[in-house]
């Protein structure tokens, strides 16, 4: 079931619906805000609507590589059943 959450957000209140506990949407506003003081921090313009695209693409970097590493480590066991499959039957 999902429970609306209020999230403030580079100073702005937000309702947001979301079926995570609470401490998790805490989570997820903590680490928003302070991705975006950190690239803001980096910034000599204070143009909030390029501190939120930078912070996109850094985020969606993020999340790709982890995607990368999901998928590989995958391939990875599964290459090591086939072996163990294969020295099982031996």
């Given at each position: 079931?999902?429970?609306?959450?209020v999230?403030?957000?580079?100073?702005?209140?937000?309702?947001?619906?979301?079926?995570?506990?609470?401490e998790?949407v805490?989570?997820v506003?903590?680490?928003v805000?302070?991705r975006?003081?950190?690239i803001?921090?980096?910034?000599?313009?204070g143009?909030?609507?390029?501190?939120l695209?930078?912070?996109?693409?850094?985020?969606?970097?993020?999340m790709?590589?982890?995607?990368n590493?999901?998928?590989?480590?995958?391939?990875?066991?599964?290459?090591?059943?086939?072996i163990?499959?294969?020295?099982?039957?031996?």
């Amino acid at each position: 079931m999902k429970t609306t959450h209020v999230v403030r957000v580079l100073g702005r209140e937000i309702s947001v619906k979301s079926s995570a506990p609470p401490e998790q949407v805490q989570g997820v506003e903590t680490y928003v805000n302070e991705r975006l003081m950190e690239i803001g921090g980096a910034l000599k313009s204070g143009d909030a609507q390029l501190v939120l695209t930078l912070a996109l693409l850094n985020t969606a970097e993020e999340m790709l590589a982890l995607q990368n590493l999901k998928e590989t480590e995958q391939e990875a066991e599964n290459r090591l059943r086939g072996i163990l499959e294969k020295l099982q039957s031996v």
